[in-house]
């Protein structure tokens, strides 16, 4: 299973760090991505990382500024939100797959002055 973490209010220009915490499964089989959901908007890809690390990939709305990473002895895939905006809030969810399908519980961002 997965459990996201680490959202929370923040204000336009800060910066947040989600977790994404993997058990039950051989994590670094798996490549992880994060979405993201706001009311009334379709779900939407923000960043995914091979289960290596070794290759990662960003939406153009979050270059620059959003960094995923992972910690496969920590079972744990993490995603930095620096200068975040008002349009980056909704519910950010992690995704893992593989062999499987696994999605996680989400975590609320945001901003909002």
């Known amino acids: 299973q997965l459990q996201a973490s680490g959202g929370g209010l923040v204000q336009p220009g800060g910066s947040l760090r989600l977790s994404c915490a993997a058990s039950?499964?051989?994590?670094?089989?798996?490549?992880v991505g994060w979405f993201r959901q706001a009311p009334g908007k379709e779900r939407e890809a923000v960043s995914c990382i091979s289960g290596s690390g070794g290759n990662t990939w960003y939406a153009d709305f979050v270059k620059g500024r959003f960094t995923i990473s992972r910690d496969n002895a920590k079972n744990t895939v993490y995603l930095q939100l620096n200068t975040l905006k008002p349009e980056d809030t909704g519910v950010y969810l992690c995704?893992?797959?593989?062999?499987?399908?696994?999605w996680g519980r989400g975590t609320q961002v945001t901003v909002s002055s």
């Open positions: 039950g499964f051989s994590f670094d089989d798996y490549a």
């Open positions: 995704h893992a797959w593989g062999l499987y399908d696994y």
